[in-house]
């Protein structure tokens, strides 16, 4: 059965703690792993991820895929309480499209 | 450039009936995907239309469908709801097409009672 599982199911940290999230995977034909940042209701876009080893940046956030171990890791450093959010990990299957989502990991950053 | 709405943003019906959701994505998409959002399941996938044709679909019963109009707006319809079609619908826009890059709307908060 194809699934994606994250942790840690939450976290609370101070501001400008480091943090790693992890997402790991089994889907059959793997396509690309996606991270979204949902705080209220919709969630974010934030990195797409096909490549093995090719770390994505944005700002404070980058992500990096091992396709051989399967998984994925979101690093977010000098944590901002604004970083309080749920983050998502999803995967792409080729085989129908199919489209997998983890139970994301609640982050919570305190003054 | 305005971002994806969704109509209604809160809707209650009872069991048996039927709903229609909609959704107008961020000008020039022409992707449009829909996903139930639940505690209990996480975010799950049904569908995506592209240029009016469902080109994706998750492991939804038949009672899920939906629609695309030349204007790239889509709507999502459900029948025969049921008590566990409670949930949160949201629906992603995206220039390239599913899965690349896609934008969500605030949702739609459905109540089945």
């Known amino acids: 059965e194809d699934k994606v599982v994250q942790s840690p199911l939450s976290l609370v940290v101070h501001e400008g703690d480091t943090v790693t999230l992890n997402c790991s995977y089994e889907?059959?034909?793997?396509?690309?792993l996606l991270w979204y940042k949902q705080e209220k209701k919709a969630p974010t876009f934030l990195f797409m991820l096909t490549s093995s080893g090719i770390e994505k940046k944005s700002g404070r956030l980058s992500s990096i895929l091992d396709k051989k171990e399967l998984f994925s890791i979101l690093n977010i450093t000098a944590t901002q309480t604004g970083d309080s959010a749920i983050y998502l990990c999803a995967v792409i299957s080729n085989t129908g499209n199919q489209f997998y989502f983890g139970t994301g990991t609640s982050l919570t950053v305190i003054p | 450039k305005a971002g994806v709405t969704q109509t209604p943003r809160y809707l209650i019906k009872t069991r048996g009936q039927q709903v229609t959701l909609s959704c107008s994505p961020i000008s020039g998409h022409r992707s449009v995907s829909w996903y139930q959002q639940t505690p209990g399941q996480g975010l799950q996938f049904l569908f995506e239309?592209?240029?009016?044709?469902?080109?994706n679909k998750g492991n939804f019963p038949g009672r899920f469908s939906g629609r695309q109009f030349s204007n790239s707006r889509s709507e999502m319809n459900v029948s025969t709801l049921e008590l566990g079609d409670s949930a949160l619908y949201l629906c992603?826009?995206?220039?390239?097409?599913?899965?690349?890059?896609?934008?969500f709307g605030p949702g739609t908060r459905l109540t089945v009672t």
């Open positions: 992603a826009s995206s220039l390239e097409g599913f899965p690349y890059e896609q934008y």
């Open positions: 239309y592209f240029s009016e044709t469902q080109r």
């Open positions: 889907v059959t034909n793997f396509r690309s």
